[in-house]
Structures are given as C-alpha cells and as structure tokens.
C-alpha cells in the first residue's frame, strides 16, 4: 500500500470536503459524546497499487472504536481512481462498502491471481469480501463515487 498523507485545511481538504458535502452531512455522534465533524481526512495515491488519488474521511478517533476503520468515507473523487486489488487477511476483517454516491465497478477474487468477478455499483448498493478474498474499486462515472466503509475485525 502507498503511504497515506492526512490532510490539513487548505485547497485539497476544502476541495474533498466541498465534494462530499454535497451528497453527505459530514457528521458523527459518538456514544456519549457531542455531535460533531469528522476526524481527519487521509489521502492515499495509488492505494494498494490502484490509478489515481483515494480520501478516506475517518469519522471517529481511534480510541472511539475497537477498530478506527470501522466507520469512514471512502472518496474516489475522479473517474479512473481506484483502489487497487487488497486482502485484509493478516487482520482477518471482514468489509462491507455501502454506496452513497455515484458509479464503480467492484472486483472480487478468491487469491491473488484467481478469476475476477465484476460488478457495476451505484446508489445503495451493498457489497461484502470475507477476509481471504481479494477486492478492488474504480469510480468509473463522471460524478465523485462516495462509500460508507464497515469494517469487522474478528480477533484470531
């Protein structure tokens, strides 16, 4: 994976957060907590060997979740960004992206160099990949492709 950048307030966060908003309210209200904005927005270049630019926005600090990426934004704001193919077997989760803006086509493949299988996403569409499965996104429409991202962790 590329290293990830965490965005501070300027151009580009103005610029993500300017784009999200027009589909999402960007905000989170955590157990006993007051309602608020989101955490932080990381930048990932072509993240796990994918084309383009991913903002993932992280809606809860860590110590808020047993496992941060439990609740962020996945952001492909241009068509052609992508998230490269990934497994999340060493952490042994499980992932469900939920899509709440926009176009992509969603690949899927039992090992690393096994058969894809593809599938157009778009509004509402709900996908899942099992820890040993391998899995990619491109934003393939004009618009920014925007998914909620659940996470589970099963501790081995």
Known sequence: MSGTVILSEG??????????SKYINLYAMPFEKDERSFTRIDR????????????MIQMFDQVEL??????????LLNKGDESGFHTHS?????ELY??????????ERTALEGSIR???LQKGDITSIHSVGYHSIENTG???????VITT???R
């Open 90 to 94: 060493q952490r042994n989760e499980q």
């Open 98 to 107: 939920v899509v709440v803006h926009g176009t992509g086509e969603y690949r």
């Open 66 to 75: 047993a496992n941060n990426r439990l609740a962020a934004y996945m952001v």
């Open 11 to 20: 151009t580009e966060f103005d610029h993500v957060v300017q784009e999200v």
């Open 118 to 120: 593809k599938k157009i």
């Open 153 to 155: 962790n099963n501790p």
């Open 44 to 55: 990932r270049e072509n993240m796990y060997g994918g084309k383009g630019t991913v903002y």
């Open 142 to 148: 004009d618009e920014p492709l925007i998914m909620f």
